[in-house]
């Protein structure tokens, strides 16, 4: 086992099941994607640690229990279509590959979004297309969707993306009346025009900017 793999089961261990994730899928996946592929290669040496952090833009790759707690959140399985708001570097998008059969993902930073291309490309993901455009009103000619899930705060839930996801689907995004505050949400389709939602827990993301987003 190399260091780096060493460090991310240690990272798997600690930060993510030592808190509480138990979705085996989530867990194996984490274990497998190399996260000093998707940070800045000054910043490698700090893949694996309890913190965001930053890729440009004023974007940063959220810290991993993040990422791995609103996979679990989205019970995202084997043979289901995924829908990500804000690709960042990619790694989100990498984990939920190997567990998902397609991943669509949304950039709205064109130079962010040609390097997390990069960075999937490299790591041999060929089951995630990226797309550069406003996430908020998210990817209608690939819906519906299985899963989607919101790497940025909204002033509310998009009703674009409530209508992509397919029936049984799972909508996860942190929503606030700040920028700066929000509490994650899960929004489930029931039935064509009826959705549940349940509070998860506080969390903190850049804000959701576009057409349904902030401004």
Same mark, same amino acid.
Not at 16 to 31: C, F
Not at 79 to 102: C, H, K, N, P, T
Not at 124 to 131: I, T
Not at 141 to 147: N, T
């Given at each position: 086992?190399?260091?780096?793999?060493?460090?991310r089961? #240690? $990272?798997v /261990?600690?930060?993510?099941?030592?808190?509480?994730?138990?979705?085996?899928?989530?867990?194996? +996946? $984490?274990?497998?994607?190399?996260?000093e592929?998707?940070v800045?290669? /000054?910043?490698?040496?700090s893949?694996? /640690?309890d913190?965001?952090?930053?890729?440009?833009?004023?974007?940063?790759?959220?810290q991993?229990?993040?990422?791995?707690? $609103?996979?679990?959140?989205?019970?995202? #399985?084997?043979?289901?279509?995924?829908?990500?708001?804000?690709?960042?570097?990619?790694?989100?998008?990498?984990? $939920?590959?190997?567990?998902? /059969?397609?991943?669509?993902?949304?950039?709205?930073?064109? +130079?962010?979004?040609?390097?997390?291309?990069?960075?999937?490309?490299?790591a041999?993901?060929s089951?995630?297309?990226l797309?550069?455009?406003?996430?908020?009103?998210?990817?209608?000619? &690939? &819906?519906?969707?299985?899963?989607?899930?919101?790497a940025?705060? &909204?002033? @509310?839930?998009?009703? &674009?993306?409530?209508?992509?996801l397919?029936?049984?689907?799972?909508?996860?995004?942190?929503?606030?009346?700040t920028e700066?505050?929000?509490?994650?949400m899960?929004?489930?389709r029931?039935?064509?025009t009826?959705?549940?939602?349940? #509070?998860?827990?506080?969390?903190?993301?850049?804000?959701l900017?576009?057409?349904?987003?902030? @401004?």
């Amino acid at each position: 086992m190399t260091d780096a793999q060493a460090e991310r089961h #240690r $990272m798997v /261990d600690e930060q993510i099941a030592g808190r509480g994730v138990r979705d085996l899928h989530v867990l194996e +996946a $984490m274990r497998k994607v190399p996260r000093e592929a998707f940070v800045r290669p /000054d910043l490698a040496e700090s893949a694996y /640690d309890d913190n965001p952090l930053p890729i440009g833009y004023g974007q940063t790759i959220s810290q991993p229990y993040i990422v791995a707690r $609103m996979i679990e959140a989205a019970k995202i #399985r084997p043979g289901e279509r995924v829908l990500e708001i804000g690709a960042g570097s990619g790694y989100a998008a990498a984990v $939920m590959a190997e567990i998902a /059969d397609q991943v669509h993902t949304i950039e709205r930073h064109a +130079a962010l979004g040609r390097t997390a291309r990069e960075h999937l490309q490299k790591a041999g993901y060929s089951n995630v297309d990226l797309h550069i455009g406003d996430g908020s009103l998210g990817r209608p000619e &690939a &819906a519906p969707f299985d899963a989607i899930l919101v790497a940025a705060g &909204a002033p @509310s839930v998009p009703l &674009a993306l409530k209508e992509q996801l397919a029936e049984g689907g799972r909508l996860i995004i942190p929503v606030g009346a700040t920028e700066l505050t929000q509490v994650l949400m899960r929004v489930t389709r029931t039935a064509p025009t009826d959705w549940r939602e349940e #509070r998860l827990e506080s969390v903190r993301f850049v804000p959701l900017i576009g057409a349904q987003g902030w @401004s």
